[in-house]
């Protein structure tokens, strides 16, 4: 914008400005008069500026970094002093420990008292933590680290061949004097442990020695003199302890007591630890040394030949008269004193020349770095006056470019206002003052928000708002959208750019204003345009893709990013083959070379299918349908293309699978009443074979003539029979497809139903199976048509899984489920249950298919219809039980059922089915039932088993027939009722008719549906009994007979219950 027009601007004035003239002299100048000239010329002007700055400034840090040395210097000797000086300070430990180790061993020999032995011990340990402190100070250096080991070699050897032994054989004699022998040999143990010791403190000592030497070298003026201070500090402390000592030893010879002992101990203590600390200060001062050698010495034979012979003859109860009244010990004590005095005395003069010499030091120091500082307090002086000369020439050349400032402010279109930091105008241009309607007379000394009253938020959609100075101020370098307002109350859009400066230490705001008005009107129509496409895209529910002439995509919506993959981010400006990936159409590629096409939108436009198969990025793949449409520009040539296209997946799957299931409906009718009509027929057959079953004389069987033929008429009636039973089974199977529905329970012995249908299952193919049952299963209450149509199932599926034979291994085994059980079996309730595996040897199921082989119509299989394990799980939900499934590709696969045991029921007795008993009876008995057969059957075997039968074909004219035997007080004992009646009433209907005539009748449900609601739960629709077509005479003679001598009990049914399936 114009401040930067106006930066450039100054910038060219100020390289005009510092040109030399033409035509100059300087090349007939001397050397000196052309520095100097160059230096005051206004060439290189912000270079010189910066380089006397810089002048200043080094120095500074060059001066700042001798300090810093310095100091660095000064904490790395401190550092290495105080390492140097513990290192001195342990080995001088060390030293006195094995001095005091001596002492123990000897003093325990000499008196065999404990209390040597514990100071003999932890003296032991002492010389151990101090040896690995000393150890991991002298890491770095071998040779002292050698040393080192040396100590601890030596002094483990005395330990070892020396102390340890003697202080055993000591403690072994307990008190027994010493014999000549050991007398002798002890002697020579103590000298040979003295010769070890003596190696040990030699080499300790050449350690002190070395690391004195270092430390002298380190040690300045000042610190020989605080050196000098803690000498004359420890000397009187160590005459403190020498004369506690002696003060000590006296108390105990005139008392006795043992608390003087403690005391002197302590003193003795004192002593060495103090000669310790003034033997490390001392040790680079020669004489200093000898003297504080002459004191340990002279203190040693005053301890062992004063101070130790009284107290222990004192102890033992002699009179110490004698040896008390000896001045030995006195003129020892005399010279130690001396010669304490002596080396204070030196010491002090010896502080004395270090002292003077340190503050010799610190003047010669503190002098080198005043004058350093004083000379840059200089050079930055004269780096200062010359900035300043500098820029006083500079300011009177700015005057001229001030001016031609001015000149361009002034003839700028864009407004440009100056504010303080109040918010307070300082000044305008003309532009600024045709914009707003005011002079800048006028305006000068006014709030700018009178100008600008309110202003929009950086936010999108943002409302104006009160515009404050402070919050203005804040969006310096910024952009800001406001609201201008004139002299006459007009507002109008105004962008603001604002800058700020600082002018004689004043900060101000130089505000740069454009009216915004068109634009903000044409950008309002794009917008309008623009968010109206947008909305459509949005609100179309199929893909939209636009390309250009090149076949790039430019605008993707949301429903075109699901079902390609590809967010619009990254799909603009790719190919439109590269994102909309569908399956070729050779004839839509023939058309469009054909076509001759000049641009890939034109074809676009030809080779694009109806239909085709869309792949998304993800690789999921979709049926879609799509349309293609050009874009023409105004000279009507094709600009782009627009592609709509929509997912018609889902409803091809759903077309193909509601045709599907109309076919299933219709199969499922067409079989449901086959197997109704064939339950019928077959009602009549099992009938008539049962009945003659019954009717053959008894007494033929006795006659010799006519007992084989009686037995093989019997026995082709029991095949006949069974037969008919087998057919009766598969009917009920094909109900259970046709209509499913809830299961008729009772109980029964799992075992021989798994084993029958595993082994009816596998008759004719190349497996076998392999069973392997527990002992003693519990009982199950189930259906035992739709369990073994499970197990049916399943086993055909494994034959299937094994297409060239294998073993189906088939177990069954109680199972108690509990929270402590392992494996958990998921969705599991806890319970006791019946556990039923089915393994076979087969492929194997994959893993992404587990999950649904039980969805209806899920099928892997060419001719498969998806609905053997669907109606497997169906039919074992309904019995409360679980399935589940293993499987491993190659390997084979396991389901597993659940059924809940019935623990409370008896285990039924398995009979033959031939010699079901026929029982007789008396009574009045209704058939209500439309086939003739199924009636003349029951007519005839309830008459021959002693019951009074009439019987009706329509239910309206049962129930007719009841109401009047009822009125004329003939009530039937009994009514067998078909559950499905033609003419509109059935069995249910029927039954509530005849419960409003006679509460108490007993009624007895019949149908060839046996998987209906109403035969699995009779009870709850009023019924007294169920028959499950087809039966035998001895099964209906049975129902009929338990239904008649059953209590009659008054009860309301429920008839809002209806039947399921």
Same mark, same amino acid.
């Given at each position: ?88 300070? $342990? ?52 040779? #002292? ?46 000298? @040979? ?16 020695? #070395? ?252 409302? *104006? ?29 105004? #962008? ?47 893909? /939209?893709?636009?390309? !250009? ?28 083959? +590269? ?34 198969? @869309? ?21 009507? =040539? ?70 084989? !033929?009686?037995?093989?008429? +019997? ?14 089974? @598969? ?47 519990? *009982?199950?209450?189930? !259906? ?10 399943? /086993? ?50 994959? =893993? ?60 039924? +007795? ?35 088993? %002693? ?43 029927? $039954? ?32 007294? %009994? ?16 338990? /239904? ?12 809002s219950m209806q039947a399921v399936g």
């Amino acid at each position: 914008m114009a401040e930067d027009l106006l930066s450039k601007d100054y910038q060219k004035l100020l390289m005009s400005q510092s040109e030399p003239p033409v035509g100059s002299s300087d090349k007939k100048r001397g050397f000196f008069r052309r520095s100097m000239a160059w230096l005051f010329s206004q060439r290189h002007f912000h270079f010189k500026l910066l380089s006397g700055t810089a002048a200043g400034v080094i120095v500074i840090v060059f001066l700042a970094g001798i300090f810093l040395y310095v100091t660095l210097r000064n904490h790395q000797q401190e550092i290495l002093r105080a390492r140097t000086i513990a290192i001195i300070r $342990l080995s001088s430990r060390i030293e006195n420990d094995i001095v005091a180790l001596e002492t123990g061993h000897r003093g325990f020999l000499l008196t065999g008292k404990p209390l040597y032995i514990d100071a003999f011990q932890s003296r032991r340990e002492l010389i151990k933590r101090h040896t690995e402190d000393l150890n991991s100070l002298i890491l770095h250096n071998l040779k #002292e680290r050698k040393g080192l080991m040396k100590v601890q070699g030596v002094v483990q050897t005395w330990l070892d061949t020396v102390a340890l032994p003697e202080i055993q054989s000591r403690q072994a004699k307990n008190g027994t004097p010493a014999t000549a022998e050991e007398a002798f040999a002890r002697t020579e143990s103590v000298a @040979l442990g003295n010769s070890l010791l003596d190696q040990a403190r030699e080499i300790l000592q050449s350690l002190q020695d #070395e690391e004195q030497i270092v430390l002298n070298q380190r040690m300045q003026g000042q610190e020989w003199a605080t050196q000098s201070t803690q000498i004359l500090d420890f000397i009187p402390k160590l005459e403190r302890s020498v004369l506690e000592m002696q003060k000590e030893k006296r108390g105990y010879l005139l008392t006795g007591e043992a608390n003087f002992v403690e005391a002197y101990k302590r003193a003795v203590t004192d002593f060495y630890t103090y000669n310790g600390y003034l033997s490390i200060l001392v040790a680079n001062a020669p004489g200093q040394a000898e003297l504080l050698a002459e004191v340990r010495s002279n203190v040693e034979r005053w301890i062992n030949g004063s101070a130790v012979p009284e107290m222990d003859a004192k102890s033992a109860g002699q009179d110490v008269t004698v040896l008390a009244s000896s001045d030995n010990g006195e003129a020892l004590m005399a010279d130690i004193r001396q010669t304490l005095t002596n080396l204070e005395k030196n010491e002090l003069g010896v502080y004395q020349t270090r002292t003077a010499a340190a503050s010799r030091e610190r003047v010669i120091e503190t002098s080198a770095l005043g004058g350093l500082a004083f000379l840059a307090v200089v050079l930055l002086v004269v780096s200062n006056s010359y900035s300043f000369v500098l820029v006083r020439w500079q300011l009177a050349k700015l005057e001229g470019i001030e001016a031609r400032i001015r000149s361009i402010i002034q003839n700028i279109l864009d407004g440009m206002i100056t504010v303080d930091e109040q918010g307070v105008i300082c000044s305008t241009n003309p532009a600024a003052e045709k914009m707003f309607g005011y002079s800048e007379k006028e305006m000068v000394g006014q709030k700018f928000t009178k100008l600008v009253p309110k202003s929009y938020g950086s936010e999108p959609d943002a409302k *104006p708002v009160i515009c404050a100075w402070p919050e203005m101020a804040k969006r310096t370098g910024h952009t800001t959208l406001v609201l201008g307002r004139t002299r006459k109350l007009v507002s109008f859009p105004l #962008e603001i750019s604002l800058s700020q400066m600082e002018v004689d230490r004043q900060k101000l705001y130089v505000a740069m204003m454009r009216d915004v008005k068109e634009r903000q009107r044409f950008e309002t129509e794009i917008a309008a345009e623009k968010e109206s496409l947008a909305v459509t895209l949005r609100s179309i529910g199929d893909g /939209v893709i636009t390309t !250009d002439v090149q076949g790039k995509i430019i605008i993707l919506n949301n429903e075109a990013e699901r079902l390609t993959g590809w967010p619009s981010r990254e799909a603009i400006g790719k190919p439109l083959r +590269a994102v909309f990936n569908i399956a070729s159409d050779p004839a839509a590629q023939t058309r469009a070379q054909q076509s001759g096409y000049r641009t890939e939108a034109q074809s676009i436009l030809v080779g694009l299918p109806e239909n085709a198969t @869309l792949t998304s990025r993800d690789g999921t793949a979709r049926v879609i349908e799509q349309t293609a449409s050009p874009i023409r520009d105004d000279k009507n =040539e094709v600009a782009g293309v627009v592609l709509v296209f929509r997912d018609i997946t889902e409803r091809q799957r759903g077309e193909t699978e509601r045709r599907k299931a109309e076919t299933l409906e219709q199969l499922g009718l067409l079989a449901g009443g086959i197997a109704h009509d064939f339950n019928n027929l077959l009602t009549a057959i099992i009938g008539n074979i049962s009945l003659a079953s019954l009717l053959l004389p008894p007494e033929l069987s006795q006659l010799p003539s006519a007992a084989k !033929d009686y037995g093989e008429m +019997a026995a082709r009636l029991v095949d006949a029979k069974n037969a008919s039973m087998r057919a009766r089974d @598969l009917a009920q199977q094909l109900l259970t497809f046709a209509r499913g529905g809830a299961p008729i329970k009772k109980s029964a012995s799992i075992g021989k139903l798994i084993q029958d249908t595993v082994s009816f299952s596998l008759r004719g193919t190349h497996s076998r199976g392999e069973f392997q049952f527990g002992a003693d299963l519990w *009982p199950v209450e189930i !259906d035992p048509g739709q369990i073994s149509q499970v197990i049916a199932n399943l /086993v055909v599926n494994a034959h299937q899984a094994m297409p060239n034979g294998g073993t189906l291994h088939v177990s069954c085994e109680n199972f108690r489920y509990n929270a402590n059980t392992t494996p958990v079996v998921p969705d599991l309730p806890p319970g006791d249950y019946i556990r039923i595996s089915i393994r076979d040897e087969g492929t194997g199921i994959p =893993e992404e298919y587990l999950k649904r082989i039980f969805d209806p119509y899920f099928t892997t299989k060419a001719k498969g219809n998806g609905l053997g394990l669907a109606t497997t799980y169906s039919i074992i939900k309904n019995h409360n039980g679980l399935i589940t499934v293993k499987s491993q590709l190659h390997v084979g696969s396991t389901f597993t059922l659940y059924l809940p045991a019935a623990l409370h029921q008896e285990m039924p +007795a398995e009979q033959p089915r031939a010699v079901t008993p026929a029982m007789t009876g008396s009574g009045r008995v209704l058939v209500v039932d439309d086939e003739e057969s199924v009636r003349t059957l029951v007519h005839f075997t309830l008459t021959r088993l %002693g019951y009074e039968v009439m019987e009706t074909e329509t239910a309206l004219q049962g129930v007719n027939l009841y109401l009047e035997k009822f009125q004329a007080g003939e009530r039937f004992d009994a009514v067998i009722l078909d559950l499905t009646l033609p003419g509109g009433m059935g069995g249910k209907e029927a $039954l509530k008719k005849l419960i409003e005539i006679d509460p108490t009748v007993n009624a007895i449900v019949s149908s060839g549906y046996a998987t209906d609601a109403t035969m699995s739960r009779y009870q709850d629709f009023g019924f007294r %009994g169920v028959i499950a077509k087809p039966y035998e005479a001895a099964e209906l003679g049975k129902i009929v007979h338990d /239904v008649i001598k059953s209590s009659q009990v008054n009860f309301v049914p429920d008839y809002s219950m209806q039947a399921v399936g």
